[in-house]
């Protein structure tokens, strides 16, 4: 049987150690309601929770755990949640509720990277003039990358050329995601490494620091004997 929110809740604070927090900070990590549990264990806690109920047992709790505000509650909701009771809406809402990235970059990827429409969402997002909002646009394409291994290459061009687009932008979680997305589709095969290459050089030429930071980071890995060597390798199989 499903536990209610506030039974998972209470699990949560049992496993929390708040002498986590001052390090959680450093990084960044969580928002003033963090109670100091670690993935590891909210990915356990998750994985017991998916196996307890029905498709609405588990959409009623994540609804919950989101509501609730708590920061490992709510990487626990995009664990527990169905991806096919997710609307379009639900995903916009959880989306402008991003404060930090580690929750952005957890929902991505334990949740909306299953969506159907998350490609499309992807895009909307990158024009987002709020930073975890345009962040995660960025984080879905890389998502992408990464489990769509069959897809036509054509759409990564279109990151490519959002990354250029959004360059400019010299805010610290979306400069990181645009260099994480340019490097991931630069190491996909030979034909994206020369146009992710391109890409980086094109940056370079760009009037916005922002833009040349993205592109000598990702320069440094994609012109780097390991990501060559690996991409010799696919070309030979």
Not at 163 to 174: G, H, K, P, S, T
Request: hydrophobic share 40%; glycine share 4%; net charge positive.
């Amino acid at each position: 049987m499903m536990p209610d929110a506030a039974s998972v809740i209470f699990a949560l604070q049992q496993l929390a150690d708040p002498t986590r927090l001052a390090g959680m900070k450093r990084y960044a990590i969580g928002n003033d309601h963090t109670l100091g549990v670690t993935l590891p264990d909210i990915r356990t806690l998750g994985k017991t929770l998916r196996k307890s109920g029905d498709q609405n047992e588990r959409h009623a709790l994540a609804l919950a755990l989101w509501k609730s505000g708590i920061h490992e509650a709510r990487i626990l909701a995009s664990l527990v949640e169905d991806p096919t009771a997710v609307t379009k809406k639900q995903m916009d809402d959880w989306t402008y509720d991003f404060y930090s990235w580690d929750i952005c970059d957890q929902v991505c990827g334990n949740l909306f990277h299953h969506l159907p429409f998350f490609l499309e969402r992807a895009f909307t997002y990158s024009h987002a003039k709020t930073a975890f909002v345009k962040r995660a646009g960025f984080v879905l394409m890389v998502e992408y990358v990464v489990h769509h291994v069959d897809a036509d290459d054509t759409c990564y061009l279109d990151f490519l050329q959002r990354i250029e687009e959004e360059a400019w932008d010299d805010r610290n979680f979306v400069k990181k995601a645009l260099n994480w997305c340019l490097r991931q589709v630069g190491k996909r095969n030979q034909f994206l490494h020369r146009k992710a290459i391109a890409c980086a050089q094109r940056l370079l030429k760009q009037p916005h620091r922002a833009a040349h930071r993205i592109a000598r980071d990702a320069l440094r890995e994609l012109q780097g004997e390991d990501v060559l060597r690996r991409l010799q390798q696919k070309t030979k199989k």
